[in-house]
């Protein structure tokens, strides 16, 4: 038969599993992309359901020294919004879906499409690749144009969608 914790040892487990649960509620050790899961999770700009992973973004900020939040976005265009209304945040890595194979990638070397003809879930009309060939080919068919980061950010506040 099981022996029974005397009070004090008692208090002490409670105490210890409560210490440990709260550890683990902070956030991550490491930068990483949002764990998303599509129909349920909403975007953290406008609070939209996350549905579509070819449009997928997310970045990860910095809540505490070496403790990493992860948000999501359904839109490239909705996450470039808030990364501009939420400026005092310490990001800490930035990820888009590749619109090919919906695999994350860095969002500063991915190449973007942006144009009209892509229907974004928040019509920011932005799909993100990381192979070059794929990006043109897709702007050729979209009649749109190919930027890289610093330049589809500045498109798209300029466009202040």
Not at 93 to 114: K, Q
Not at 147 to 161: F, G, I, K, P, V
Request: net charge negative; aromatic share 10%; charged share 25%.
């Amino acid at each position: 038969m099981a022996e029974k914790l005397r009070p004090e040892k008692r208090w002490w487990t409670v105490a210890l599993v409560l210490l440990v649960l709260a550890g683990c509620a902070v956030g991550s050790a490491t930068p990483a992309p949002p764990d998303i899961r599509y129909g349920e999770d909403v975007c953290a700009d406008c609070n939209m359901i996350i549905s579509d992973p070819r449009f997928a973004a997310g970045y990860a900020v910095e809540i505490e020294p070496g403790r990493f939040e992860s948000l999501a976005f359904d839109d490239i265009g909705d996450m470039v919004s808030h990364l501009k209304n939420h400026q005092a945040l310490k990001v800490a890595g930035l990820w888009v879906h590749d619109y090919w194979s919906d695999e994350w990638i860095d969002a500063e070397t991915a190449l973007y499409v942006v144009s009209s003809n892509i229907h974004s879930p928040m019509g920011h009309g932005v799909a993100a690749f990381a192979i070059e060939s794929r990006a043109k080919q897709l702007a050729e068919e979209m009649d749109g144009n190919v930027y890289d980061w610093n330049r589809m950010r500045a498109e798209m506040l300029q466009h202040n969608h």
